[in-house]
């Protein structure tokens, strides 16, 4: 097998695509021969050795990925050679084979594309998790979603809108509002003119959104936050502009406000059952043709670097997924 491997964690710059001994897999674990993984945010960060989660080097990384089951471990009994599943196993993924616990993976239906499922367990499972679990969202309610044109935020655009929210999707340029708009937003919001609060004031008659999905973080936090409307629910779930926001706990109290935050992987661990449910009713709308990962391009495995560098350019739309 080929992998990307990380033996010093630096940067993406020091990964190195080697060739390895092909894994077998343990009693409890399938291999999977991958067919396409997706970049995520948190990629980055384990392999710069800043996320909350730090594998034992060697690793190779690459949280998500989909593909097609090859060899099966002592003691699964759900999964078969030749199955189609998706993957959120936190490493592993960048490689054109590995071995992951077979509770971990999602078993595809007919006609669900791997380019797809590679961009989906992640983004579409902590959303979900979110805005349906922990904000209650109600039909009728509007959200705001921060950094609206990435991964989690276009994920979140399309379940708010499944779920008879009103959308506004905010973002840092006008080519990125109207992707938004694309993907089903009500309204768009470009907080690069600095003038958000004002914006949501005049888009929400002045009652501020209900909730704010929050994947950004730094210095949007505490200006949404003022916004937020009476019983708001305020979602933390990253930090992507780099700063964590430290918001005054006043505002809380005068809003009567909630601040929630969202760890999907956590959740799914501790509430495996749920985690089924909602993934079966995410998979459910994709056959529906509700929601659909919005793919800004297809690179080679080999072109991990370019992904990257694509990513640090702020200038993706959706995801990037590399297939093998």
């Not at 926001?245 to 992987?265: D, E, H, M, R």
């Not at 089924?276 to 297809?298: H, S, V």
Request: proline residues 7%; neutral net charge.
């Amino acid at each position: 097998m080929q992998a990307w491997l990380c033996e010093n964690p630096i940067g993406p710059e020091a990964l190195t695509w080697k060739d390895l001994p092909t894994p077998q897999p343990a009693a409890g674990e399938v291999r999977v021969a991958i067919r396409a993984a997706s970049l995520n945010f948190p990629d980055l960060l384990i392999v710069q050795n800043k996320y909350q989660i730090k594998p034992p080097l060697p690793f190779v990384p690459g949280a998500e990925y989909a593909g097609v089951v090859e060899a099966v471990g002592e003691g699964v009994k759900h999964l078969k050679v030749g199955d189609a599943v998706a993957a959120f196993a936190g490493t592993g993924g960048f490689a054109t084979h590995a071995c992951v616990n077979a509770a971990l993976l999602m078993p595809l239906p007919p006609g669900f594309a791997f380019e797809d499922a590679a961009a989906f367990l992640c983004t579409y499972g902590t959303t979900h998790h979110a805005l349906m679990d922990r904000a209650a969202l109600q039909p009728g309610e509007t959200v705001l979603v921060l950094g609206a044109a990435g991964g989690v935020g276009s994920a979140a655009i399309q379940i708010a809108k499944a779920a008879g929210a009103r959308v506004i999707a905010a973002a840092s340029t006008d080519e990125k509002c109207g992707f938004c708009k694309q993907l089903g937003a009500d309204e768009t919001i470009n907080y690069s003119r600095g003038q958000l609060r004002e914006e949501l004031k005049a888009l929400t008659q002045g009652k501020g959104p209900d909730v704010v999905y929050d994947p950004v973080g730094g210095d949007l936090a505490e200006p949404v936050f003022r916004s937020i409307a009476w019983r708001g629910r305020y979602l933390v779930i990253g930090f992507a502009q780099g700063g964590i926001p430290a918001l005054p706990l006043n505002l809380a109290l005068l809003k009567g406000a909630s601040i929630v935050g969202v760890f999907w992987g956590e959740f799914a661990r501790r509430e495996p059952k749920n985690n089924a449910r909602a993934l079966a009713e995410l998979a459910g709308w994709y056959a529906q043709g509700k929601i659909k990962p919005a793919i800004d391009r297809t690179l080679p495995m080999s072109g991990l670097s370019d992904a990257f560098a694509r990513m640090g350019s702020r200038q993706v739309q959706g995801k990037i997924v590399m297939v093998t």
